[in-house]
């Protein structure tokens, strides 16, 4: 089976306050086959520094948000990532973790194995950086 290049997000909400607004955009990318979702977890950290993972389907009432997402909770995410995840959060703070699969550049990274090209970097610009870049090409 060939898979896509695999990618995480760390996503925090202050005040533990998820509203799963993001969900039917996230739906969207599933539905239309841009990635599959391979692992999909919860961490809480309360007000005292107390901390709880949580997969999706144990959220309580916010797990309604995520009624007919397409995922998979395939345990790529261990409990050692999720604590390491924990200690960087400030209390009062959810935070969903998330493993994908880039299905759209499936075709392309397959390519690339076969003609024996090696990734040497990959990276991802942080959205300040091209949006200053964009805002002086306008400029210009």
């Known amino acids: 089976?060939?898979?896509?290049?695999?990618?995480?997000?760390?996503?925090?909400?202050?005040?533990?306050q998820f509203s799963g607004e993001i969900i039917p955009a996230l739906q969207e990318l599933v539905s239309n086959g841009?990635?599959?979702?391979?692992?999909l977890t919860v961490v809480q950290k309360d007000a005292d520094g107390n901390v709880i993972t949580l997969e999706v389907n144990e959220m309580g009432d916010n797990a309604r948000a995520f009624l007919g997402l397409d995922y998979e909770v395939g345990g790529l995410l261990n409990e050692e990532d999720l604590l390491l995840i924990a200690d960087h959060l400030p209390n009062d703070t959810t935070a969903a973790l998330m493993v994908w699969e880039d299905v759209w550049a499936t075709r392309f990274a397959q390519a690339v194995r076969k003609a024996n090209g090696m990734i040497v970097e990959n990276a991802r610009v942080p959205r300040e950086i091209v949006m200053a870049a964009v805002n002086y090409t306008d400029e210009q």
Do not use: S
Not at 7 to 14: G, L
């Open 1 to 16: 089976m060939e898979i896509g290049p695999v990618e995480y997000i760390v996503i925090a909400f202050p005040g533990n």
């Open 34 to 39: 841009t990635v599959r979702i391979l692992d």
